[in-house]
């Protein structure tokens, strides 16, 4: 069963949708649930797609797991250039700068297998040799990750502004119970948004997470391929950043992954 992991403001089906067959989640809600024309527009207006759109608690959910409050989505673009990209592995307009950095990351909430797989997807992304780093702190925190539900996404983050990542990661308890190495997986791609990676299948949605073709777009927040990596659509079966994802799959950072984070970072 596929399940909507991450949304914008995050992994697999978007909310991350998770997936282990090609299948739309039974408490998937309604397409563009809740969504004025006036909000549809503004979602465009960042670049992203507002077919499949929902209002959710304190904002709306875009593309499976991008979470968007009223403050990004009355914010103007930070570039409006981009090069739209029809191939794999895309980041966004805005990164994260002052590198080389150190990203501290903090979990408001007290559930184990959370807790555990922050501290792992941690330790993936400091095993690369990158500029940027993540740190665990129990204060502060340059992202914070919290607990929620009654939602009906698995994970929903946002993507990086003013040189910064985005700052909150909502992680669903209803998923705690999840294979480690997949809720390893989810918590890493959620972090893949908050310092400027979009969905690898963006171009191809249904090809991690079924269904009829879609495209995310791009617009302001930019969908810019990076170099090195794949031009197929279906060329990348086992990235970390495809929109969807299933219970028992496990996907840490393949070599095209590898290629793209240590070409930004």
Request: aromatic fraction near 8%; hydrophobic fraction near 35%; charged fraction near 15%.
């Amino acid at each position: 069963m596929k399940k909507i992991l991450f949304g914008i403001s995050g992994f697999l089906m978007l909310s991350f949708a998770v997936s282990c067959k090609k299948a739309e989640v039974a408490t998937t809600p309604t397409a563009e649930e809740g969504v004025s024309d006036e909000i549809k527009a503004k979602i465009s207006a960042l670049g992203l797609t507002s077919a499949g759109a929902y209002k959710t608690d304190g904002g709306y959910i875009a593309e499976g797991d991008i979470f968007l409050d009223d403050a990004m989505l009355n914010s103007v673009p930070e570039q409006q250039s981009l090069i739209v990209a029809g191939e794999e592995h895309y980041r966004t307009t805005n990164l994260v700068t002052g590198l080389p950095r150190t990203l501290t990351v903090r979990y408001s909430g007290t559930t184990t297998s959370i807790s555990n797989a922050i501290n792992a997807a941690i330790n993936r992304y400091n095993a690369l040799p990158l500029r940027i780093k993540f740190s665990r702190v129990t204060s502060g925190g340059n992202i914070v990750i919290s607990n929620v539900s009654g939602v009906s996404y698995i994970a929903s983050a946002g993507f990086p502004s003013g040189g910064n990542p985005y700052g909150s990661i909502r992680f669903n308890t209803a998923y705690a119970g999840w294979n480690a190495n997949t809720l390893t997986s989810v918590m890493a791609h959620e972090m893949g948004h908050c310092i400027g990676m979009r969905h690898t299948d963006l171009a191809c949605r249904q090809y991690s997470c079924g269904g009829s073709p879609v495209n995310e777009g791009s617009g302001g927040v930019g969908a810019i391929h990076i170099p090195g990596t794949p031009t197929a659509c279906n060329a990348d079966p086992t990235s970390w950043m495809l929109a969807c994802i299933g219970n028992g799959t496990n996907r840490p950072f393949n070599a095209n992954d590898q290629v793209a984070l240590n070409y930004i970072y």
